[in-house]
């Protein structure tokens, strides 16, 4: 393994150190319970918005955490969900009187980590609201599993309901807008290498060299298929077609296209992909309205790419496009 | 013969010696179908636990359980975390008090922990998960109650079944937890969760038997 690290077992709390110095005007980073909060927390009369999982998919959640976006983000060790008395802490240091949401991706452990922090809040007097995002549709037979993944929505619903929330929105309706993400994104990823999590010391799965797995998920779980590698535009093919045929967006549709490295795919080649996934959209009558071309959602260094089609309507885009101030993430202000 | 203060205390130390060999054994198990962090993140769980022990080593079983469970929650994360953090915390309601289990009380408390873990994590029988090794381990421990055998045969039996149950999981399609997005893909692996479980009811097997 190599990894610009000090040690395994260090690897979050110095990431943490390193945001607090980093982001002293943003953010404020509360040691154990662990948990990045909004520096200006708690914020009277304002809906709180928090999020958070395993670490090693930054910048989300903590490099989301600011004016615009979540209140407060709870970091778990690499790849794990974080622990109910971080989010009860968090909830707790976020609440300005109108409430929480809780944006929680869809993973067994991090909703029962979520339910137990939101009845301690709840015993506490602070209203709680939970919404969780599963937009993966790698994920088919959902009867029969623990139900589709979070993953690229994640970030736009995280971005849209703090800006709901800046705008002095109750806690139903910033948990609406949740849900309209929730009922309008879908996403689909794939990976061309593994990735290493740094206390496990070797990659999580093995893809030989001219192999690649459609359908990944960020903590490298295995997708739908394992295939020999084709080119970009084959593979982004492979991933719209499920994801527009999933809901199903209709010709006409306004939509948010979000075209997201996993960690080890540079630029260049996401710009490849965000060039033949538009061609594909606009040929399904589909018009992108706004996108986001990046690593935002990762999974380490893993090399690979999701895409993600969030259908838009005119409060979406106002949402959007409303200032946002984060390490992660910042227009407008 | 009944089951002591201190052979709680035994055990749980004895857990947590057996969690720290296990793993790298149960981290590439959850490698296979999952995400390959149940072995650190129960490692790092059960080290928590050993700091609390001498808090709570003159106090009744009941709370022995009761932290080693509070522990596990804020200190494992994953499903793991609540998972096992409310298998203890029913174990501990259940022996709430005592300073000493019969084997009727340890058979009421590892199913009161057993259906925690199923209420929390809203599995069944046969879904790939902990639940797998722990129904037939408190089945068996009930049924060794009945025919009033001693308690090392109905600890022996109990993590015999469990065992059985863990190793019943290999052919499953897993259809709660991270394992089940594999769909048909998780069969042919045993479930890490069913292996720390049975690890666990082994430990104790081997702990207490040889009083």
């Known amino acids: ?333 | 013969m009944a089951i002591t203060r201190d052979n709680v205390i035994s055990w749980i130390k004895a857990c947590a010696q057996v969690v720290a060999e296990n793993r790298d054994y149960l981290t590439s198990l959850d490698a296979a179908i999952g995400d390959a962090d149940h072995g650190a993140n129960m490692y790092r769980g059960f080290q928590t636990v050993l700091t609390k022990l001498p808090d709570v080593a003159d106090k009744d079983i009941g709370t022995i359980f009761k932290t080693v469970g509070m522990t596990l929650i804020s200190t494992v994360g994953g499903a793991g975390g609540p998972l096992y953090g409310t298998f203890f915390i029913q174990a501990g309601m259940s022996s709430a008090g005592k300073l000493e289990m019969e084997v009727t009380d340890w058979s009421a408390a590892l199913e009161a922990a057993t259906n925690g873990v199923i209420m929390r994590g809203k599995a069944a029988l046969g879904d790939k998960t902990m639940v797998d090794a722990l129904i037939p381990a408190v089945q068996a421990l009930k049924e060794a109650v009945e025919l009033k055998l001693s308690l090392s045969e109905a600890l022996s039996r109990s993590s015999k079944a469990a065992e059985d149950g863990m190793k019943a999981t290999i052919p499953l399609v897993a259809r709660k937890g991270r394992a089940s997005y594999l769909g048909e893909r998780s069969a042919g692996h045993q479930d890490p969760g069913a292996t720390s479980s049975f690890l666990l009811l082994d430990t104790a097997n081997k702990t207490w038997a040889v009083n």
């Open chain 1, 1 to 333: 393994m190599k990894k610009l690290i000090n040690k395994p077992e260090d690897v979050v709390i110095e990431e943490l150190e390193g945001v607090a110095i980093a982001h002293p005007d943003l953010v404020k980073v509360h040691y154990n319970p662990n948990f990045v909060v909004r520096a200006d927390a708690p914020i009277n009369g304002k809906v709180g918005v928090i999020s958070g999982g395993g670490s090693g998919h930054e910048p989300m959640h903590g490099g989301f955490v600011g004016y615009g976006m979540l209140d407060a983000a709870c970091p778990g060790a690499v790849f794990t969900s974080p622990t109910p008395d971080q989010m009860l802490e968090a909830t707790k240091a976020v609440n300005g009187g109108k409430g929480v949401l809780h944006i929680v991706k869809n993973y067994t452990g991090d909703i029962m980590n979520f339910e137990m922090a939101a009845d301690l809040a709840k015993a506490e007097g602070i209203e709680v609201e939970a919404v969780v995002t599963d937009d993966d549709v790698a994920v088919q037979d959902s009867l029969y599993t623990a139900g589709r993944r979070g993953v690229g929505s994640t970030v736009l619903a995280e971005k849209v309901c703090g800006a709901a929330a800046e705008m002095g929105r109750s806690l139903k309706d910033v948990a609406d807008v949740c849900r309209k993400v929730k009922g309008w994104g879908r996403s689909m990823g794939m990976a061309l290498t593994s990735c290493t999590v740094p206390h496990v010391g070797k990659p999580t799965f093995d893809l030989p060299e001219d192999e690649m797995e459609i359908g990944i998920g960020i903590h490298g779980e295995p997708g739908r298929t394992r295939m020999k590698v084709k080119s970009a535009d084959q593979i982004v093919e492979m991933l719209m077609e499920p994801i527009i045929k999933d809901i199903p967006y209709k010709s006409g549709d306004e939509v948010l296209m979000f075209v997201n490295g996993m960690g080890g795919t540079p630029l260049v080649e996401l710009y490849i992909v965000y060039r033949k996934a538009h061609e594909i959209a606009t040929k399904h009558g589909l018009k992108v309205v706004r996108n986001l071309i990046g690593p935002y959602i990762t999974s380490l260094e893993m090399a690979g790419t999701s895409i993600t089609l969030l259908k838009m309507d005119e409060d979406l885009k106002k949402l959007w496009d409303f200032p946002v101030l984060t390490p992660g993430l910042r227009w407008g202000k």
